[in-house]
C-alpha cells in the first residue's frame, strides 16, 4: 500500500505552495552570480532590514543557547503599548501566517466554511484544504474584495472570514464604510481576519483595530516581514480581543518564535527612519512603474501596497524569459491569472532593470 493511502486525502490533494524563487537556487540554474540577480518577487523591503533591528539581534546571538520567552514579554508589550491595548490581546506568530493557522486550528474541521474573495493570498485556501473544510470564493469585481457579497456568502457553517487589506496580489484596498458595514454584519459565531500585512505602506490606513477594542469577533493580523524588511525571521503578530486571542495562544508551540527574531522585531518596530525611507521609495517605485505602464498601454492594477500586478499575455512564458536575463518576478497562475505577472517595488535601480528586461521580454514575444 503507498503510505498515501494512509495519509488524509484532503492533505494529498493539496498542491503545495510556490514561493518566490530563490536568488541562489536561479543563480545556480543559470550559472550567473548570485548579486547580478534582481528578485522581485516576494513583496521584500528592497532596502534591506532595520538597521535598528540588525544591531538587536546581533545582541540578541549571544543569549541563543537559552530557550526564548516563549510568551514574548517584551514584544507584546511594546506592541500593545504602541497600539493602545493590553499584552493579552498581542499574539505573536513564526510569520503572521502562522497565526493564520492557528486560527484554522482553533476554528476548522470538515464541516467548517472558510471565505475569501477570488484573488486573494492563496495562503487562506491551503489552510482551509489542509484543515480539511470548505473553502468559498467570492468574486472580487475589478480585483477588489467585495465585502457585501462577502458578508451575504456566510452560513451557519461559516467560522472564519479572511479579508487581506491590502491584499497580495492584487494590491487594493477596502474602504472604512464597506469594513464598518461588514463588522455590523457578522454573527457572533464567525470570526473576521483583517490580514494587514502591507498596513504600513498605505496613505489612507483603515482603522479596523477600532472594531477590535469594541470586542467584536475580529482579529487584525501584521508582520514584521514586509515593511521592516525581517521576512528571514518569520516574525509578525495578532491583535484580537481577550476572548479570541485567549483561545489561539492554546494552538500555539511553546516557543513558536524565537529570542533573535523577537529582539529584531521589538528595535524594527521603533526605527521610524527605516520605515518612512521604505515608504518613500515604494511611493517613487510605484509611480514609476505605473508611469511606464500606463505610457505603454500596458494593463495593470493600481497598488496600495509594495507590489503591482500587470498583465503581460502569458505570465508564465514571461516569467520564465526574465528569470533567464536574472531578473525575478513572480507568475500568477496559481491565482487564476495567467496572464499576470507581480513584481515587488526594489530600488530605483532595480525597477529600472526590471522594466528594461520586462520591455525586451515583451518586445521578443511580440514578433513570436
Ligand atoms: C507577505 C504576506 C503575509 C506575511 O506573511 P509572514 O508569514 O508574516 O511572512 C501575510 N499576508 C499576506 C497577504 C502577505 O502578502
Redesign the pocket.
Known sequence: MPISDAANSFVCDLVAYEPGKPIEETARELGLDPSAIVKVA??ENPLGPSPLAKEAMRKAIEQSHIYPDGGGYKLRSAIAGKLGFDIENIIL??????I?EFLCHTFLNRDAELIAAKH??V?YKLMATLFGAKYVEVDDPDFIHDLEAMADAITQNTRLVFI?NP???TGTQVTQEAIDNFIDRLPDHVVAVF?E??FEFLDTPPDVLKHVRAGKNVIV?R????IHGL?AL???YGVAPKPLSDLLQKARQPFNTNAIAQAGALAALDDTDHIEKTRAINRQGLEFYEKAFAQRGINFVPSVANFILVEVGDGDLVFKEMLKQGVIVRAMRGYKLPGWVRISIGTSAENHRALEVLDHVLAISATN
Not at 506568530?93 to 502562522?98: H, I, M
Not at 508582520?223 to 514586509?226: E, F, L
Open positions: 516576494s513583496n506568530g513564526n510569520g503572521s501566517n502562522e493564520i486573494a493570498f495562503v487581506a491584499n497580495n496580489p490580514d500585512a502591507y493580523l508582520t514584521c516581514s514586509k521576512a518569520r516574525i509578525g
